[in-house]
């Protein structure tokens, strides 16, 4: 193997891993703060659906990013609400928005463009790739940083380990909820954005397969802290990025079975980790 | 739940707060700290009211500076100044002899620890008036006249105390007025100079001391045998015999192996060495919340737990309903338990209510073996009255008893024979009720 073919390995393996990386920065913040985060799938789809939609009709990708973000954080929303306001178990809630979003983006493709299954090209954003690549990871140097050191930090550990306590302490457990659920399905929806508008320039079903449940696996084996979550959604992309180096190369072995193994890496990663890890103690728990 | 209640705490007095279970004292707490509202009448507050839960409301992974600087946190340039949050927690702590590592996680602490940063958490927020919830439940005798030699220094400065409480002893022996509550009405309010402590009591209960029944001799053959038994880490070689019509006291300071000792009996943990005991077995375990019940379902639920069958005379795969009605019914009219119907959720019951159906369903079906561990831990004078009877009226029909408490006075009352149980191991033994509290103390804090 020549050098170059691993600088290209590594490569890859940054940019199949950063929108698992903001997915997951998502997910360590709603985590924290008490939500249940499985509607990351279902967000970073939104994201991705609304950037191509947006960025085909004004014929300007930034604009479109920035649409997919708040689409994004308008799920993320929707799902703090549901979980804070009216006290919805927030699995459920979380599989109804992988739900609706997985098919409100597959009938808009028929609705909109007329034709299932995939966007036509749009105008993308592939020059910021390696800004947006670089970007993340900083972003989570900087989360680390202000969950361990801000007072906005402490206040949202607070809340995902005892609502109760930080209700007393004079904090609004339900406004933090809500507030880091909305910026969770803003990451998401960035990391879908990144799909659709940074490595690619459209939007097919199925194009996040999967990415929003590896990033929840991410979160919890990096035991809930951007700096792990961020870690291990790279070596996700590593995964990812072996996986399309060694196409071809071994003839004997489906290339099925190749693409399947970030997912079963997640798997293996998760069960040794099941039990090991203690996630924030009211993670999952309708306040009050 | 409170009917015309009126109640003043003033400044630097240390006021205790009286009453049976269930009359209204953590209610009357809450709304005098703003946690609940009133349906009637106001609250005059000169300054913020501190309250310290009965149940700590810490934060468990956090550290102890945490707990105490949330939602106040000092700062500079945007982020938390944690210098000056560990030197303000040192601060406090030097001031009212609260001393606490900051640095510490509140998972790592001792009950007792833990109260100290429960209490750092409100004096850090400078309250006029200080409400303690049943603050001694869980402390040491140690640890209780610490609390009260901080509470001394918080009235000097001014600070008026509310003390939640049932134990009379700590009323008379700290506090300057005492305010009794009985069902949601105040009967009694008094300087603690111008009343008695069987007056107190009377106007608890509305009625008289019940008292228990004599303590006469009992002979039976040995019915536990316990040889070299170990528990990693908790403790190791004990030997133990305990007679049918026995009660076994175990005297110690909390954390000392008792609740491996009695997990190791009960069969909950895993131990090295001999256990023989009888198969019929009653559990009163430690933590009612935690250990005994489950607080969202029912009365009749909770009493069926963990002997489902026991209601039915024959062999059945299904539960009889009808059979664990009357059961539970037997219980609650037995020992006590006042709640407005068995299909109740446990958790309207206040806890003593509650402890009385786990003692009832640990002695309803006349084990020969009971564990009762701390079982009047946090409960009034009219409960504890009704276990202690019941241990008691137990010991009499044969069952053998290994009572483990945190209170000699209990052990003294309700013990045929004492063993002190000092870091895993035994280290004396005081027979036919001859106690005596000065050497079991000692033997409690020996290495």
Redesign the interface.
């Known amino acids: 193997m020549t050098l170059s073919l691993v600088l290209s390995l590594l490569a890859l393996a940054f940019v199949r891993g950063t929108p698992i990386l903001l997915a997951s920065l998502g997910g360590v913040l709603s985590e924290r703060s008490g939500i249940v985060n499985i509607a990351l799938e279902g967000e970073m789809t939104a994201g991705a659906f609304a950037a191509a939609l947006i960025s085909y009709f004004t014929r300007d990708p930034w604009i479109g990013a920035i649409g997919g973000v708040a689409v994004g954080a308008g799920v993320g929303f929707a799902l703090g609400f549901a979980a804070t306001r009216w006290r919805v178990d927030q699995i459920v809630a979380g599989m109804g928005i992988n739900l609706i979003c997985t098919g409100g983006a597959a009938f808009g493709l028929i609705f909109v463009f007329n034709q299932a299954g995939v966007t036509p090209q749009v105008p993308a954003i592939n020059q910021a790739l390696w800004p947006m690549v670089i970007g993340a990871i900083v972003l989570a140097a900087v989360l680390q940083w202000a969950i361990a050191?801000?007072?906005i930090g402490?206040?949202l550990?607070?809340c995902g380990?005892?609502p109760?306590?930080?209700r007393?302490?004079?904090?609004d457990p339900l406004a933090v909820r809500l507030y880091a659920s909305t910026i969770a399905g803003a990451l998401a929806g960035l990391g879908g954005v990144f799909l659709a508008l940074g490595e690619l320039n459209l939007y097919s079903d199925g194009m996040i397969a999967g990415r929003g449940f590896i990033a929840l696996a991410a979160v919890i084996f990096g035991r809930w802290t951007p700096l792990g979550a961020a870690g291990v959604a790279l070596i996700f992309g590593l995964l990812e990025a072996l996986q399309f180096a060694l196409q071809g190369t071994i003839a004997w072995l489906p290339s099925d079975f190749l693409q399947a193994l970030p997912y079963i890496a997640a798997l293996l990663a998760l069960l040794g980790a099941s039990g090991r890890y203690?996630p924030p103690?009211a993670e999952g728990k309708p306040y009050p | 739940m409170l009917d015309d209640v009126d109640l003043t705490c003033e400044a630097g007095e240390i006021h205790a707060l009286v009453g049976e279970n269930g009359a209204g004292k953590s209610t009357l707490a809450a709304i005098a700290a703003g946690?609940l509202a009133t349906d009637a009448g106001e609250i005059e507050r000169s300054g913020r009211i501190g309250l310290v839960h009965q149940h700590f409301?810490?934060?468990?992974?956090?550290r102890v500076w945490?707990?105490v600087v949330?939602?106040?946190?000092p700062?500079r340039g945007?982020?938390?100044d944690?210098d000056a949050a560990r030197a303000f927690v040192r601060e406090i702590g030097e001031r009212y002899g609260l001393e606490v590592d900051p640095d510490a996680l509140v998972e790592s602490l001792p009950v007792g620890i833990r109260q100290r940063v429960e209490l750092l958490?409100e004096l850090a927020r400078d309250p006029s008036i200080l409400i303690l919830d049943e603050p001694t439940a869980a402390l040491s005798p140690g640890e209780v006249l610490r609390l009260f030699g901080t509470i001394a220094l918080l009235t000097q400065r001014g600070v008026g105390v509310l003390v939640i409480t049932h134990k009379l002893d700590e009323v008379f022996a700290h506090a300057g007025r005492v305010t009794v509550l009985r069902r949601g009405r105040i009967v009694e309010e008094r300087p603690i100079a111008a009343t008695t402590r069987e007056r107190v009591a009377r106007a608890m209960i509305g009625g008289e001391i019940p008292s228990i029944p004599a303590h006469e001799p009992t002979h039976g053959a040995i019915a536990v045998r316990v040889t070299d038994l170990a528990v990693t880490g908790a403790i190791e070689n004990l030997s133990l015999q305990i007679a049918a019509g026995e009660i076994l006291g175990i005297a110690g300071v909390e954390g000392n192996g008792q609740t491996a000792l009695a997990d190791a009996l009960a069969g909950l943990t895993a131990f090295r060495g001999s256990v023989e005991r009888p198969s019929s077995i009653g559990v009163i375990p430690q933590d009612r919340l935690l250990e005994a019940v489950i607080p969202s379902w029912s009365l009749l639920e909770n009493a069926m737990l963990g002997r489902e069958r026991a209601a039915s005379a024959k062999p059945s795969w299904r539960i009889d309903r009808a059979a664990a009605r009357t059961q539970c019914t037997a219980i609650v009219e037995r020992f006590d338990v006042r709640a407005t119907s068995i299909d109740a959720p446990l958790s309207t019951l206040s806890g003593g209510n509650q402890q009385k159906l786990v003692v009832g369903r640990a002695l309803i079906d006349n084990p020969a073996f009971v564990i009762a561990y701390n079982p009047t831990r946090g409960i009034d004078i009219g409960a504890t009255a009704t276990v202690h009877t019941e241990l008691l009226a137990a010991r009499n029909r044969g069952a053998a008893i290994l009572l483990v408490s945190f209170e000699l006075d209990e052990l003294f009352a309700l013990s045929d024979r004492i063993l002190v149980i000092a870091r895993g191991a035994l280290r004396g033994e005081f027979a036919d009720r001859r106690f005596d509290r000065e050497a079991i103390g000692r033997l409690m804090v020996s290495a």
């Open positions: 050191r801000t007072p402490l206040r550990r607070a380990e005892n109760h306590a930080a007393a302490a004079g904090i203690r103690a | 946690e409301a810490l934060i468990e992974r956090l945490e707990n949330l939602g106040h946190e700062q945007g982020t938390i944690r958490r």
